[in-house]
């Protein structure tokens, strides 16, 4: 890759000597959250994204936490294309927890690649621009002149050549370009991005290395568990301390008393945790040991804001503010939905529901902390690193520029951790107990204290026309929240489908109460709204007689944008208040789905299939499924067929295909066998036993296919998931005959 010409001082000898001094006999390349890239001041400092040392060795620096959506690999592969170094050549270090050197760092929202591929791009592409302008001055020729390739340089005309290794330390000393004037590489050279790339932590994941929260061993090490209350603000009744401290290994209890002082919000809008409860610590020599004291502890609760919370008495109220009314009626109203339905030619009606699901996350919440003094070490698996060492500099007193975060690999997050509760808890334990301490929570903690994704009801009515189109929409949504105001998990806004698409569209509103935490789950909002308006379709295009796919295109109309959506696509200018929901795109990755799975091909008796669409986090998907029932009622899903438009790039194929897939399997379990349910206040699962996920052989082979379409590339994390379970409904009916409007899926009704 040739550079651009400019003019360059010469370099000093005293200048090189100071620039060795300063990289370490290499170069160091940061870039601030608001500030172009800059020099780091000391030798491997981890402010570094980009260190090439004096013998060749190519660091670069993964700062987003790495939750399983391939980050740690994908953001230094965006720095290696434009360094213009084979991926072979790189090592890749992950980050400490440190806002003030590497910017915002959050795994959630599939926001990362939208935020940060040009970032990234600018990134390496000023580490070269620093390389080939050390390489002029020292050669005397210019920059424009100096071509590179596979981290070296080279002079065609001189025939000179030499390593980026050979020109580090030179390079360290020059002032850093504004990465905005940087040339970035035309698509057409990319020789990294686009392509199969394993994870970076691949052979260490499978060979047991140490790369999880819960693998955390800082000397002196002592193991928790924290016996609390099941159910929200219980307060102790009685605890046999006695037979807990009998337990072999345990070493010590300490009470905890409960804070309602830690109330917060991230700069992103999440809530942090508002309540420390009250609970006994016990500490032990493992968390074997630990887990035996806590329950020798035989703790009795009592009481509890949330000790009114039943699945049974929720259910009757929503029957009873389904049947009665809406307690906020045109909480959306566009055009005049009730006119349309007056006039129509025939009406549709249903009524849908899901339940509360976990986020159910392999590796249990867990943290280790060691306090001393107004210090405080972690080392967490989080997706909101500045917001852990926030909430625990307020929750030990602390400043939090005094909190060290060792960014830890996550055992799967999906939204559970954005909120850090697990983090205050063993700081506050570590500081009682005077050495380190690793906290872990068992699977009933992980349910009973989970940021639950919200359960809902809808019941919906389109009026028809003619032609059987729908010419309006109404729906009257039951969730969950407070003082008559939705959570903000459980919204329904003007930014979701249909709204924007059907111009006379409705909604109504009934809030329930609800003490538990509730929080954001893979797709948020959309995990669970797709189900819903997805499978409404179908039932409109049932009662109108026509093909569920020729129904959806009919429904989208001509390819146009409409400006409905809100979500944040991370870029400038004039993408910078959000991408509308383009029926184009929408249709594009609708009609691919539909060709793969070679939609309309006659099926075996007791087959069916289903396709579904659903815009999310700025990524167009549509899927079908196709699915076999036995007369027994067992359903086996035998294929997915996926089509996705997330702009313009793919940046690691294989990454990208997993997310994909992953998604479609977690969709999977949810929709055949996920529910959370309350009785006298607690959640009554405590473990796998009682919440089924996806087991290998549950998981059908899943194919993907990818538009590149003229737009900014934009995340994969979430956006797969919601239009799954409504296209497996779909194709239940299809091999059926029976519709099931209830998450999870009532497979009891499907016998023969």
């Known amino acids: ?187 057409a050279q990319f020789r990294i991005l686009g392509t199969r790339v394993p994870g970076v932590d691949n052979r260490k994941l499978v060979t047991g290395e140490p790369l ?56 992103v809008a999440l809530p942090g945790i508002e309540v420390l409860p009250q609970g006994i610590a016990v500490i032990a020599t493992s968390t074997w040991a630990a887990l035996r004291g806590r329950d020798a502890l035989a703790c009795v609760w009592e009481g509890g804001d949330a000790a009114f919370q039943s699945t049974a008495g929720w259910e009757a109220a929503a029957a009873k503010a389904l049947a009665s009314g809406p307690q906020k009626p045109g909480h959306i109203n566009h055009g005049n939905a009730g006119a349309k339905l007056a006039g129509a030619a025939r009406r549709v009606k249903a009524d849908y529901a899901y339940p509360f699901i976990a986020h159910a996350a392999l590796e249990p919440m867990n943290a280790t902390a060691h306090v001393v003094g107004n210090r405080c070490e972690l080392w967490l698996s989080t997706q909101t690193p500045e917001d852990a060492r926030r909430m625990v500099a307020l929750a030990l007193g602390i400043k939090p520029a005094d909190v060290t975060l060792h960014l830890m690999r996550s055992g799967g997050g999906f939204g559970r951790r954005l909120m850090n509760d697990f983090a205050v808890e063993a700081a506050v334990i570590a500081k009682a107990a005077g050495v380190p301490v690793k906290l872990t929570w068992d699977r009933a903690q992980d349910f009973a204290h989970d940021w639950l994704r919200p359960g809902g009801w809808h019941r919906l009515e389109a009026g028809l026309d003619a032609k059987g189109d729908i010419i309006a929409w109404t729906d009257h949504f039951v969730s969950f929240g407070a003082d008559g105001v939705l959570n903000p998990t459980a919204v329904i806004d003007a930014s979701l489908f249909p709204s924007g698409v059907i111009r006379d569209f409705r909604a109504d509103v009934t809030v329930l109460p609800i003490a538990s935490t509730l929080g954001w789950l893979r797709a948020p909002i959309n995990n669970a709204f797709a189900f819903v308006t997805q499978g409404f379709i179908d039932d409109c295009a049932l009662a109108a007689g026509r093909d569920a796919l020729e129904y959806r295109r009919a429904l989208l109309g001509a390819p146009r944008a409409i400006p409905i959506a809100e979500e944040f696509s991370g870029e400038t200018g004039a993408d910078a208040k959000g991408t509308p929901y383009h029926t184009g795109r929408m249709r594009g990755v609708l009609d691919k789905a539909a060709t793969m799975a070679g939609w309309g091909r006659k099926l075996p008796p007791r087959t069916g299939m289903g396709i579904a669409f659903h815009f999310s986090h700025l990524g167009y998907f549509a899927n079908v499924v196709e699915a076999e029932v036995t007369p027994g009622g067992q359903v086996k899903v035998k294929r997915v067929w996926v089509a996705v438009d997330v702009g313009r790039h793919i940046v690691n194929l294989s990454g990208a295909e997993n997310q994909v897939q992953g998604s479609v399997i977690d969709a999977l379990g949810a929709a055949l066998g996920q529910r959370i349910s309350f009785a006298d ?57 029976k519709r099931l409007r209830s998450l999870p899926l009532d497979t009891s009704q499907l016998t023969a």
């Open 212 to 267: 999880f929260g819960i693998d955390a061993r800082p000397p002196g090490l002592v193991y928790a568990v924290y016996a609390k209350s099941p159910v929200f603000g219980g307060r102790l009744k009685s605890a046999n301390r006695a037979a807990a401290l009998a337990v072999p290994g345990v070493k010590t209890l300490i009470d905890i008393a409960e804070r309602r002082d830690l109330k917060t919000e991230i700069d």
């Open 681 to 737: 206040g607690a959640v009554e699962q405590v473990n796998f036993g009682d919440y089924s996920l996806a087991r290998m052989s549950d998981a059908p082979p899943v194919e993907v296919a990818f538009l590149s379409t003229d737009f900014h590339t934009t995340g994969l994390g979430e956006p797969a998931y919601p239009s799954v379970a409504p296209a497996l409904a779909m194709a239940i009916y299809q091999a059926t005959g």
């Open 1 to 187: 890759m040739s550079a651009p010409t400019q003019a360059l001082p010469p370099l000093s000898r005293r200048g090189l000597l100071q620039a060795a001094a300063l990289a370490g006999g290499g170069l160091s390349l940061g870039w601030s959250a608001t500030g172009p890239a800059r020099a780091a001041t000391t030798p491997g400092a981890l402010s570094a994204f980009v260190q090439i040392a004096s013998d060749g060795a190519i660091r670069i620096t993964a700062h987003q936490p790495e939750i399983g959506q391939g980050v740690k690999t994908s953001f230094p592969m965006m720095i290696a294309e434009e360094l213009d170094v084979d991926w072979a050549q790189v090592t890749v270090v992950q980050a400490m927890g440190d806002r003030a050197t590497y910017g915002m760092q959050i795994a959630g929202g599939s926001s990362a690649t939208p935020t940060q591929f040009e970032r990234m791009r600018r990134l390496g592409a000023a580490a070269r621009a620093m390389l080939v302008a050390a390489a002029a001055r020292a050669w005397g020729v210019p920059a424009g002149e100096i071509t590179t390739g596979s981290a070296m340089l080279h002079h065609k005309a001189s025939g000179r050549s030499a390593r980026y290794a050979d020109m580090a330390a030179a390079a360290a000393l020059l002032p850093a370009p504004d990465p905005q004037t940087v040339t970035l590489k035309d698509t």
